[in-house]
């Protein structure tokens, strides 16, 4: 039995290193095309979290009000209510946010604030009068806020440059528990106000002195009012520790049928399962445990683009691996189809000499898979040289080898071979001997 098997052996290396140029060739196209889907299955692993960071910077995904707030005037994700109408909700619970299941997922949040006031321009000198009172909205909010999780035992800095990271600032935003401001592009075209400069902000008889410390631009409303820390609008509105919303900025998956669905409506299992998913959804369901009082709703313009970009782009992907794959398999086809004819000499006596049509379709099938194994670890190193370059130059980081890629594109080597071999194969081991030996 061992000579046996040690003669098969034999046959199979003898007979894969005859005719190179039919193994080059059909290793090379198995090469090209496990390179191929070797990159596109790392970076499609690899593509969620690295879209939903590129994708945060769209904003906020998620928007926190009091649930005993007015009835709300939205439209497109924009609220329309005045902006000193409605409940507030305390400042001193957000440091919960990170003490939730996907606390991780929580990359920032920012607390907003905001009152109609007066503001004059202070002269720069003596000499110069005042500039007109002039009506506008100043927004409280935090820039680089740093909050302590008991729960973590760790420091945690977010603010609206991580929620809002399309705002620009020329200049620079605002220090923390400072007197300071940064201006609308608007505000300081309508005022001449600079970076320097000091602007005088009243709510009837309570007031402060602000120095603009940067010009704001964000396309929005707020090109029109002056952002401060969120204390001084807690001051000047007699709102100590209190905000009016909350806007979070959280990594998550694309919601599917099943992250959809209503938390009411599931029973155990499927809301363990819910939410232990990093839906939008459940996320947002986990906030709401941690806030007493709050209503946290999904931005669905931010978390639909989202999903839909990221399931087109996996798509994507998947279409230009299983074109790889076919066309490798069509590829191994074809120069199986001319090895066997190539060989009908050989086959005929082979099987002349006593080899069964089993015996002579294993050994071409053996010779097939070692071809396969070889094809497929060249084409993985390939894939992943490939998918280092795609992943620097489309995310700015490369993603990781992965153990099971490789054994992924090695069985998917071994069933495109099998599967393009397979017509030969079958044709090569129902040969008579005898018409070949005849010449015919």
Known sequence: MGGQKSMFLRLVADSFGRRPRHKLLTGAALALGMGVATAALSVSLDVGDRLAKEFRSLGANLLVTPQAD?????????????VN?????????????????????????????EVPVNTSILPKTVSNAFVPSLSTTLIGTWSQHSIWTPDLQTRFATGIEKTNPWWSVGGRWFSEGADECVIGTNYARKTGRQIGDAILVQDGDRGQILQVSGILSTGGPEDDAIVVPIAVVQKISSKQGEYRRLYVSALTKPEDDFGRRD????????????????YVSSIAYSIKQVLPGADVRVIRRVAEGEGQILARVRMLLWLVTGAALLAAALAVGASAAASVIERRTEIGLMKALGAGSGTVGFLLAAEQLLLAFVGGGIGYALGIILARLLGERIFGAAPEPSLIVFLV????????????????????SRYEPAPILRGE
Do not use: Q
């Open 70 to 82: 007015s009835l709300p005037l939205e439209i497109g994700g924009v609220d329309y209510r005045p």
């Open 263 to 278: 938390p009411k409506t599931m029973n155990a299992a499927d809301l363990e399962r819910w939410s232990c998913s990093p």
């Open 85 to 113: 109408a409605g409940a507030y909700l305390p400042e001193a619970d957000l440091p919960k946010l990170k003490t939730i299941f996907w606390h991780n997922n929580i990359i920032g949040f920012a607390p907003i604030l």
């Open 409 to 428: 594109i090695v069985a998917l080597a071994i069933g495109v071979t099998l599967l393009g071999s397979a017509i030969p194969l079958r044709r090569a």
